[in-house]
C-alpha cells in the first residue's frame, strides 16, 4: 500500500497546540511459511591445519576457521554469530570469498562479533567468511583449546612433541679377573664381592613444536648370563635432573652373589685354554632376564633436555664364571610422550642403545701357572715317548749299521781302483 506523507514546514517556534509531527504505517510482504516466521540457521565449520590432522602448539602461528551459513527456514534480519575463545589466542581479522556485507569486530579481549548485514532470505545461496586466529602465544598447559559460537562450534587442538633420546655411560670398558687388584673396584659392607661401579646417563629431548606435558622413559639392562643365573646388577641410585621426576627400579635383595660351584685347578686351566671371544648380552634378544627402570619425567619446554643419572655395581664375581674373554651388555633405553599429548614423527627412532664391554683378564694365576708349566713338560714328555715308541714300532732301530758302513766303504775302494786303471792306460 503506498501513501504520500503531507509536506511537512520546519518548525520555526512551537506553539502550544500546533502538531509538529505526522505518523504513518505501511505494511511490507513477511514471504513467511509459518505463522510465527522462525528462521533456521545452520552453521557449518572447519579448522583449517594446513592439511594437518591436529593444531602443533608452537608450530603453527596462525589458523583460519572456515564457516559456511545458511537459511533453512524463513527470513532472517540482524543475523549475528558470536565467538567466544580463549585467552591465549587472539583476533586478527576475517575474509569473506564475497562480499555480503559480513563484518566482525572483537566486543572483549576473548568474545568476537561478526555481524551479516543484509537480510538473510529463505533458500538463499550460502555465505563463506572464515576468521582468522593468531595461535603462537599458546602455552599449552590447558589440554583442549576450545572456540565456541552461538551455535555450538567447537575447535580443538593438541599439544604436540618429538622426544629425541641419548645416552652415555662411564666407564665404557673395564678389565675383571682374579689377577686384577681388588682396589680397582668396590665392595660393600660385610660383602667379599669385587663391584664394579658404573656411571649410566640417559636424556630425553622434547624437539617441540609444543610443550610437552610429560614422559615416560623405560631402562633395560641385561641382569643375567644365564636365564636361571644370580643378578649382575645392584641399584645404588636414580637421580632426575633438578627432582623433575622420579624413578622406580627393582632392588636386588642379594647383590653379593657368588657361585657355588668352585671351580677345579684343571677346569681353570682348561677354561683358559678354551677362552671363546666376544659375548652379546643384548635385551632385545628373546629370553634374556634384564632389569627394569621405570622413570616419569615432568613437563618440558621445546628444545629442553631432562637427564637421568642411575648409579649401579656389577658384580663381577659372576662374570669370572664365563670363559669369554669380552662381555659385551647392550643396554635399552625407551620413550614415550605423556597421553595428554601426541607425539609427531620425525624419522628419529624412539629407543636408544647404551653399550658397554667387559674385558676378562688372560693372565692366570701363579699356581695356575705352575701347573701350565708342569703339564706343558709332562706333556712333551709323553710325545716324545710317543714318538719313540712309533719309531721303534717301525724298525728304526733295528737296522744293520756296521754292514752298511762296510758296504760303503768297499764301493769306495772299488772306485779308486778303476781310478788307477785308467790313468795307467
Known amino acids: ?12 517556534r512551537w506553539n502550544k497546540g500546533r502538531k509538529i509531527a505526522a505518523r504513518n504505517e505501511t505494511w511490507f510482504e513477511k514471504n513467511c511459511l509459518s505463522d510465527d516466521c522462525a528462521a533456521d540457521l545452520r552453521l557449518h565449520g572447519k579448522l583449517l591445519l594446513y592439511s594437518k590432522p591436529h593444531l602443533a602448539l608452537g608450530g603453527v602461528k596462525n589458523v583460519s576457521l572456515n564457516l559456511t551459513i545458511s537459511n533453512a527456514g524463513d527470513d532472517a534480519y540482524d543475523t549475528n554469530i558470536y565467538f567466544n575463545f580463549s585467552r591465549e589466542v587472539f583476533y586478527i581479522n576475517f575474509w569473506q570469498k564475497e562480499e555480503k556485507g559480513i563484518s566482525c569486530g572483537l566486543v572483549d579481549l576473548d568474545f568476537l562479533k561478526c555481524s551479516v548485514g543484509f537480510p538473510f532470505m529463505r533458500a538463499q545461496t550460502k555465505y563463506h567468511f572464515a576468521v582468522i586466529f593468531d595461535t603462537s602465544r599458546l602455552s599449552g598447559e590447558n589440554d583442549t583449546l576450545h572456540v565456541n559460537t552461538l551455535f555450538g562450534l567447537a575447535v580443538i587442538s593438541h599439544k604436540c612433541c618429538c622426544l629425541r633420546p641419548h645416552s652415555v655411560v ?11 687388584d681388588a682396589s680397582r673396584f668396590v665392595q660393600l659392607e660385610d660383602m667379599e664381592c669385587n663391584f664394579q661401579p658404573l656411571n649410566l646417563t640417559f636424556q630425553a629431548i622434547n624437539n617441540g613444536p609444543s610443550r610437552l606435558p610429560g614422559s615416560k622413559v623405560d631402562i633395560r639392562i641385561p641382569n643375567r648370563l644365564a636365564g636361571s643365573g644370580a643378578d649382575m646388577f645392584h641399584i645404588v641410585d636414580t637421580q632426575v635432573a633438578d627432582g623433575r621426576g622420579n624413578c622406580t627400579p627393582h632392588r636386588n635383595p642379594t647383590p653379593c652373589t657368588i657361585p657355588q660351584d668352585r671351580e677345579s685347578i684343571f677346569h681353570t686351566i682348561f677354561a683358559f685354554f678354551t677362552k671363546s671371544g666376544r659375548r652379546v648380552l643384548d635385551c632385545d ?13 615432568g613437563p618440558q619446554l621445546k628444545e629442553e633436555a631432562l637427564s637421568i643419572d642411575i648409579k649401579v655395581l656389577l658384580n663381577t664375581e659372576i662374570l669370572k664364571r664365563d ?28 629407543d636408544i642403545s647404551l653399550v658397554f664391554e667387559a674385558l676378562h683378564s688372560q693372565e692366570p694365576r701363579g699356581y695356575v701357572v705352575g ?3 708342569a703339564i706343558s713338560l709332562l706333556v712333551g714328555i709323553l710325545i716324545f715317548l710317543l714318538l719313540a715308541v712309533l719309531l721303534w714300532k717301525m724298525g728304526f732301530f733295528r737296522r744293520r749299521y756296521r754292514e752298511i758302513i762296510e758296504a760303503e766303504k768297499n764301493r769306495k775302494d772299488s772306485d779308486e781302483s778303476w781310478d788307477w786303471v785308467e790313468k795307467n792306460h
Do not use: H, K
Not at 662411564?170 to 686384577?180: A, E, L, R
Open 1 to 12: 500500500m503506498e501513501r504520500d506523507l503531507p509536506a511537512l514546514s520546519p518548525v520555526l
Open 285 to 297: 634378544r628373546p629370553g634374556r632376564a634384564c632389569l627394569t627402570i621405570s622413570c616419569s619425567l
Open 323 to 350: 670363559s669369554s674373554s669380552v662381555i659385551q651388555f647392550v643396554t635399552r633405553g625407551n620413550v614415550q610422550v605423556d597421553d595428554r599429548a601426541m607425539e609427531v614423527p620425525n624419522g628419529q627412532p624412539e
Open 371 to 373: 701347573w701350565i708349566i
Open 170 to 180: 662411564t666407564p665404557t670398558s673395564f678389565v675383571y679377573g682374579n689377577s686384577i
